[in-house]
């Protein structure tokens, strides 16, 4: 089993802009809110969104998963070994790109911030030839 737990897997992209989904509810970018407990979306928001390309993909969803399932401070490193020893969907699927308007930057160092997509900054990010552009998955199948 530990030989399993050796590959690590990586959500992570480099100069990549995570554009809105083709099937994104909505036109303005809404911010995700919690009912009670927060939810994967709010977690993410306030994650990235107060803290522009400070954490890495990979670390804002075990960030997530670790508080949505109360692993204490010294389990930390056997959990993060353990979440990534499978792959995680990546912010492709993230509820912030799908469902709440939300485009995800990732620069060169892997590192993440989210842009409205009625904004300027999110226009731009769009056209940077220096990047690559991809949508977030659809929410629905198509038939």
Request: glycine letters at 4%; proline letters at 6%; one cysteine or more.
């Amino acid at each position: 089993m530990i030989d399993k737990l050796k590959k690590i897997h990586s959500t992570n992209y480099y100069c990549t802009f995570i554009e809105v989904a083709t099937d994104c509810p909505v036109t303005i970018s809404e911010i995700p809110l919690g009912k009670g407990k927060p939810t994967v979306a709010s977690l993410q928001y306030v994650l990235i969104k107060n803290h522009p390309y400070k954490f890495t993909s990979d670390e804002v969803l075990f960030k997530v998963f670790a508080i949505r399932n109360n692993i204490p401070n010294d389990e930390l490193e056997p959990a993060k070994t353990l979440f990534f020893s499978k792959g995680q969907p990546c912010l492709r699927s993230s509820p912030l790109p799908k469902r709440y308007g939300w485009g995800v930057h990732c620069n060169h160092e892997g590192r993440i911030a989210i842009f409205s997509c009625e904004s300027e900054e999110y226009s731009k990010l769009q056209t940077d030839k220096k990047l690559r552009v991809i949508k977030a998955m659809r929410s629905a199948r198509t038939k």
